[in-house]
C-alpha cells in the first residue's frame, strides 16, 4: 500500500530534550516536505527536500533541522524543543513539485514540549 | 492580509444541500491544491488544478487564474462530508517548491 509513515505519533517531552520524529515514504518521492499546524495559524512548511541531500527552508524553521540521505526517509529533528514547539506536525510527498504532483501526507505527530 | 484566504471560516448545511468554499490568493502561483482534514486529523489531496475546472464524484473544483479564486463545490452533501477543507497554493514566486496555506474551512454536514 503507497502511504507515508511517521513515528511515533504521540509524544510527550520536556524542553530541551532532544527527538527525532521520523517520516518515511515507500512511493519513490522525490519531494518531501514537514509541515506543522496550530490553531489559528493553519499549516505552515517547516522544511522540503526536492531529493537526496537536496534540502531548503520553509516559512518556519527555525528551531528544526532535517536530513535526507536516502530517497524514502526525511526526519525532523528538534536540537533543544521548547514549549512553543507544541504542535501537530505533518510529514508529505510527492513526485515532483508541478501542478500535476499530489501530496501525500503522513497520519501526523502529536508533540508536546513542557 | 494572510497570501491565502478562505471563506467562510465555519459552515453548517443540512444533508442535500449544495455547498461552496471560497479561497482567494494574492501571489502568482502554479498550482493550487485543495485538501480535506477529517476529524481524526489526517489530510488526503482532494484535487490540484492550474487552470479550469476537475470533478470528482460530487466534488467540483474551479481556479479563476485572473482573478486569483477557487471554488470547492460539493453536490448532494453527505454527513461525512464534514471536515476541514483547507486550499494552498504553490507559488511560482518561490521557484514553486513552497506550498502556503489558508486557515481551512470547518464544514458540518447535519443529518
Known amino acids: 500500500e503507497a502511504q507515508v509513515t511517521q513515528n511515533p505519533r504521540y509524544l510527550i517531552t520536556v524542553t530541551g530534550k532532544k527527538l527525532t520524529v521520523t517520516c518515511s515514504q515507500n512511493m519513490n518521492h522525490e519531494y518531501m516536505s514537514w509541515y506543522r499546524q496550530d490553531p489559528g495559524l493553519g499549516l505552515r512548511q517547516i522544511y522540503y527536500s526536492m531529493n537526496v541531500e537536496v534540502t531548503d527552508k520553509g516559512d518556519v524553521p527555525e528551531g528544526y533541522k532535517v536530513s535526507r540521505k536516502e530517497k524514502r526517509n526525511f526526519p525532523l529533528i528538534l536540537e533543544s524543543p521548547s514549549p512553543n514547539q507544541t504542535s501537530l506536525y505533518f510529514c508529505?510527498?510527492?513526485?515532483?513539485?508541478?501542478?500535476?504532483?499530489?501530496?501525500?501526507f503522513g497520519p501526523g505527530t502529536r508533540l508536546t514540549v513542557l | 492580509k494572510n497570501e491565502v484566504e478562505q471563506s467562510p471560516q465555519n459552515l453548517t448545511a443540512q444533508e442535500g444541500e449544495f455547498i461552496t468554499i471560497n479561497c482567494s490568493y494574492s501571489v502568482g502561483i502554479s498550482a493550487l491544491h485543495w485538501l480535506q482534514q477529517h476529524p481524526g486529523g489526517g489530510i488526503v489531496s482532494l484535487f490540484m488544478?492550474?487552470?479550469g475546472k476537475k470533478k470528482h464524484g460530487r466534488l467540483i473544483a474551479t481556479i479563476n487564474i485572473q482573478e486569483k479564486h477557487s471554488s470547492l463545490h460539493i453536490t448532494a452533501s453527505h454527513p461525512r462530508d464534514s471536515a476541514v477543507y483547507i486550499c494552498a497554493v504553490r507559488s511560482r514566486e518561490t521557484s514553486g517548491s513552497r506550498l502556503t496555506f489558508g486557515e481551512g474551512t470547518q464544514l458540518t454536514v447535519n443529518p
Open positions: 488544478l492550474s487552470s
Open positions: 508529505a510527498s510527492s513526485r515532483g513539485q508541478g501542478a500535476r504532483n499530489e501530496q501525500f
